[in-house]
């Protein structure tokens, strides 16, 4: 049963110093005459004070000014009030001061909503998801420390404003040994990190408002750059002079046939390769960002270069199935790879894995369902974002077609109108002889 309440607000001026002629205007909140105080940080001369109304006197700006912000203080607690009375909790004036300067237990920040998140995904993320979310986190502060003049914020202050302006932030923003500003997608993935982390708050309570209910992250359509097969296959063939090379192009080939990233290449070892029913060997393995299963058979290219470096004394070192190197210079090396061959587009890593998905896989008539599963994606929209159409693809395509239409032709011409009619009608309900 819900009890009444006596509440009061009153505005009172308490000296700053004796010698100055101004003081400080605090607020007094009474509830069930318990008191406390709470300062408004607003400095006032004496002289323009009227103890009575509890208010400026005169007509000046000034006056007019400091009358209107006691007026929007008091609304402000009013509602505090009304608020805290309304959810059926036991108000008292230190929760009403506490809900309106912002400390109540459930006003919570940025930082801690940030520290939260971070503790939360401690073990249940990759270490590069991780990564990029400290990344989005250093971003969130610069901004607030450049445009909002303030190292935190409460989370009931993210409003729609606050994401277009971080937006634009971003938009300006040119990182560190970086030759231009961030490009729409990166700045997309920024907001899309925040907006998980704001969704996290939303639904643990922290917030009552999500600031993202309005919002659309709008990501621009971009081409997964691939070799084609005479690219790989200058690739596969070049005699590098310096062994280095060999050993990056040999990484590079080996994702081409079997389309398992850096990091999962790098922690692959013999108890890695079994027999599967087929009676050919396989690569068991599990992604480090999914943690889903990798489960890839072996083609002919990667069983010459397991064979190649079973004895190397690279691996016999690492006890890996390939000579371990820094993602950083495996991509830098694979500048110099891509000049020798002739390649002249930007050569990284990843792109390995794209070409495994197009060149080698589904411009060969893999299904889309059976090349989502070799890549270990977890939806098939992500793979669908490989199944482009080539145009040699599309040539082979229509060769076929038109071999079809010449047969059925002659085949027509060679029969009489009867048999020919005869023949369509067999066709069209799906009788094959």
Not at 43 to 59: E, M, N, Q, V, Y
Not at 134 to 155: A, G, H, Q, W
Not at 362 to 378: D, Q
Request: hydrophobic letters at 35%; one cysteine or more; glycine letters at 4%.
């Amino acid at each position: 049963m819900r009890t009444k309440n006596t509440f009061s607000v009153h505005f009172w001026v308490k000296p700053t110093n004796e010698k100055i002629n101004n003081g400080i205007i605090y607020v007094r909140i009474t509830v069930n005459q318990r008191r406390v105080l709470v300062s408004l940080k607003r400095k006032i001369s004496f002289d323009l004070w009227d103890p009575s109304k509890k208010r400026a006197k005169g007509t000046s700006s000034e006056v007019k000014q400091i009358n209107h912000y006691l007026e929007s203080a008091k609304s402000r607690i009013f509602q505090c009030y009304q608020e805290l009375n309304s959810k059926g909790k036991k108000v008292t004036a230190q929760l009403i001061k506490a809900t309106y300067l912002g400390e109540v237990e459930n006003s919570k920040s940025l930082r801690d909503l940030i520290e939260y998140h971070s503790r939360k995904i401690k073990n249940t993320h990759a270490a590069g998801s991780i990564r990029n979310y400290r990344v989005s986190e250093k971003y969130f502060f610069k901004f607030l420390n450049k445009e909002r003049k303030t190292s935190d914020i409460y989370l009931k202050e993210l409003d729609y404003k606050f994401l277009c302006d971080f937006e634009d932030f971003l938009g300006g923003y040119y990182p560190k040994r970086h030759p231009k500003a961030m490009g729409h997608n990166t700045i997309m993935k920024h907001i899309q990190r925040l907006r998980k982390m704001v969704t996290l708050a939303y639904n643990m309570e922290w917030i009552d408002k999500d600031p993202f209910r309005r919002w659309k992250n709008t990501f621009e359509k971009k081409d997964r750059e691939f070799l084609t097969v005479g690219e790989l296959s200058n690739l596969e063939t070049y005699e590098f002079l310096v062994e280095r090379l060999d050993r990056v192009r040999d990484l590079f080939v080996f994702s081409c046939y079997t389309g398992i990233s850096y990091t999962d290449i790098m922690k692959l070892t013999k108890d890695n390769i079994t027999i599967g029913l087929d009676r050919n060997k396989w690569i068991i393995s599990k992604r480090q960002k999914t943690n889903t299963p990798i489960k890839v058979p072996l083609l002919d290219p990667v069983l010459e270069l397991i064979k190649k470096y079973e004895d190397h004394p690279m691996t016999l070192v690492s006890g890996t199935l390939l000579p371990k190197i820094t993602n950083e210079k495996l991509n830098v090396y694979l500048k110099e790879v891509a000049i020798l061959c002739g390649i002249k587009k930007n050569l990284t890593f990843h792109m390995a894995r794209h070409t495994f998905a197009t060149t080698v896989t589904l411009s060969n008539g893999v299904p889309i369902e059976t090349v989502s599963k070799l890549l270990g994606h977890t939806k098939i929209s992500t793979t669908q974002i490989y199944a482009r159409v080539l145009e040699n693809k599309i040539s082979q395509d229509m060769i076929a077609l038109r071999g079809i239409l010449k047969q059925k032709k002659d085949e027509d011409s060679t029969q009489s109108p009867n048999v020919a009619s005869f023949s369509i009608y067999l066709g069209a309900i799906g009788f094959t002889r």
